[in-house]
C-alpha cells in the first residue's frame, strides 16, 4: 500500500516513469509464447490480433466453457487447454511470457496480478478491475517490476489518430485550458430490464465450470441468462454497468489530454443499483483538482448513461444542427469546445467559424497491440501501461461506488484509499471467496 506522506502526484509520476522504461524480457528463439485467459468473446478478438504478428505463438488457451471457446481451440490445435487458469502457472509457468485477461471482470485483478508475479508481460481487457483497491494494488505491482510491460485494452487510446489528435489539440492550448467535460453513452448492451431479486436455480450446463466461473465471487446458484455469457455486466458482483464497460474508453483521451490524477469528490445524481443489478441510467459528477493542462479551479467531469444526456444548454452553445454522437465527449475549454465521437470520427471544435480551416495533427498510425508485442521485444513502450490504468480504472470505479450513494458528494483522500463516507468505505475492496484468496490481493 501507499505511504500516506507520498503524494498522489509523485506517486503517479514514479509509476509512469518505472512503466515506460521497462526493458523486454528475453524471448526463448525470437518468439513470444503466450496464453490466453478467456477463449471467445474480446478474447478472441485479442488473439486475432495478437497472433498476426509472427513472433506470437499461442501457447495456451484458458476458458471455463468448452462450448464457447471451441472455436478458438480448433483455430489453434497446438495449443494447450486448460478450464482452470491456476492449473496454467502451476504446470506452465516456465513455458509462457505473456497473456492477455478477456474474461469477466471480477477476475481481472486475480490473474492479472498472479501473471505479474510469474514474471508475464499482461494485456489486461478494460476495464482493469472490479474495485478501487485492484485499481490500486495492480498498479503498484507493475510499478515495482519494471521490466514487464502491461498494457490495458482500450484499443482507441492508440488506434487509428482521432483520441491521439484530441490530445493533441489540447495539450497545445487549441480550446484553452479546460474547467468542464461532458462524457456519455447511449449503449443498450447493459439496458435490459433484470429480474430482481434473482432467485431460483437452473441445471450448471454440462460444458461451463461454474465453480471456476464464479472465482473468487461469492457461491451462488446457476440461473439460465442471467450471468453468462454477457449479462454479467448488468450484476454489481461481475460488473461495473455501463460506466465500468465504457467509462476507460471515453474517459481514456480525457485522462491523457488532462493529465488527471485522482478526483476530489463524487457524485451520483441517478438511481441506486440493487443487489443484483445496475441501474440502466446513471449519472455521475466528478470533481478533479487542477493540473497544467486545467482552469486554476480543476475540472468538472460529467458522465451520463442509458436515457440520460448532457445538459441541454451545451447543444444551445454548439448551435443548431448539432447532434451529439451515440457515445463521446464534449470538452470545454477557455477558447473553445470539441466535441469527440468514441469511435471513427476527427474531433470537431467549436465555434466552428473560430476553428475552421484549423488542420489536424497528422500523426502515424499505430496499432495498441501491436505496441504492447513490440513493447516485450523492447522496440516500443506501452501507452497505457497499468501505472496509467490503475488512476484511471480508481476514478471509473470510484463513480460505480458513487452510484450506491444517489445525491451524496463523497469526498475521496486518493492517498489514504478512502472515502469520507464510512459505508461507502466498505466498496473499496470486496472480500475473495475462501479459498480463492489471491497472493498480493
Known amino acids: 500500500m501507499l505511504h500516506h506522506d507520498l503524494t498522489r502526484r509523485s506517486f503517479l509520476k514514479a509509476m509512469t516513469a518505472a512503466g515506460l522504461a521497462a526493458p523486454a524480457l528475453r524471448q526463448r528463439n525470437g518468439a513470444l509464447n503466450h496464453v490466453t485467459f478467456g477463449g471467445a468473446g474480446m478474447a478472441a478478438t485479442d488473439i486475432g490480433f495478437l497472433t498476426k504478428d509472427p513472433r506470437v505463438r499461442l501457447h495456451a488457451i484458458v476458458d471455463v466453457d468448452e462450448v464457447r471457446s471451441r472455436a478458438m481451440r480448433e483455430q489453434f490445435p497446438k495449443a494447450l487447454y486448460f478450464r482452470d487458469w491456476r492449473d496454467v502457472f502451476a504446470k506452465e509457468a516456465g513455458n509462457f511470457e ?24 499482461v494485456y489486461c481487457q478494460k ?34 489518430q482521432d483520441y491521439r489528435q484530441a490530445v493533441r489539440l489540447i495539450q497545445t492550448g487549441t480550446i484553452g485550458p479546460v474547467h468542464t467535460v461532458y462524457s456519455w453513452c447511449t449503449s443498450t448492451r447493459e439496458r435490459a430490464p433484470q429480474p430482481d431479486p434473482l432467485s431460483g436455480a437452473d441445471p450448471v450446463p454440462p460444458e461451463l465450470a461454474w465453480d ?70 446513471s449519472e ?31 447543444m444551445s452553445d454548439l448551435g443548431e444542427g448539432v447532434e451529439l454522437f451515440p457515445i463521446g465527449s464534449a470538452i470545454i475549454g477557455t477558447e473553445g469546445t470539441m466535441l469527440l465521437q468514441h469511435y471513427g470520427h476527427p474531433p470537431r471544435l467549436f465555434p466552428e467559424a473560430k476553428f475552421r480551416g484549423l488542420p489536424m495533427p497528422d500523426l502515424p498510425e499505430r496499432g495498441h497491440r501491436a505496441e504492447f508485442i513490440d513493447a516485450c521485444f523492447g522496440l516500443d513502450r506501452a501507452s497505457a501501461p497499468f501505472t496509467y490504468a490503475g488512476p484511471l480504472n480508481e476514478a471509473v470505479v470510484a463513480g460505480t461506488v458513487a452510484q450506491r450513494f444517489p445525491g451524496e458528494r463523497l469526498a475521496w483522500d486518493a492517498a489514504k484509499l478512502r472515502f469520507d463516507n464510512l459505508k461507502a468505505n466498505d466498496h473499496i475492496r470486496r472480500r475473495y471467496r475462501k479459498g480463492w484468496e489471491i497472493a498480493g490481493l
Open 212 to 281: 471456476l466461473w464464479l472465482g473468487v465471487a461469492e457461491e451462488r446458484p446457476f440461473l439460465a441468462g442471467q450471468y453468462h455469457p454477457g449479462v454479467w455486466r448488468s450484476r454489481p458482483d461481475f460488473g461495473e454497468g455501463l460506466l465500468g464497460d465504457f467509462g476507460p474508453h471515453v474517459l481514456d483521451p480525457v485522462f491523457t489530454a488532462l493529465e488527471l490524477t485522482a478526483p476530489r469528490t463524487i457524485r451520483s445524481l441517478g438511481p441506486q443499483p440493487t443487489a443484483h443489478s445496475w441501474p440502466i441510467e
Open 284 to 314: 455521475v459528477i466528478y470533481d478533479f483538482p487542477p493540473t497544467r493542462r486545467t482552469a486554476p479551479r480543476g475540472v468538472t467531469i460529467g458522465w451520463t448513461d442509458g436515457n440520460r444526456r448532457p445538459p441541454r444548454q451545451l
Open 127 to 160: 476495464p482493469l478491475c472490479h474495485t478501487l483497491f485492484e485499481s490500486r494494488r495492480l498498479a503498484e505491482e507493475a510499478a515495482a517490476r519494471p521490466n514487464l510491460v502491461t498494457q490495458l485494452g482500450v484499443q482507441r487510446h492508440s488506434e487509428p
Open 98 to 121: 505473456s497473456c492477455n485477461v478477456a474474461i469477466p471482470d471480477h477476475m481481472h485483478a486475480a490473474i492479472a496480478m498472479t501473471a505479474l508475479r510469474h514474471g508475464k508481460h
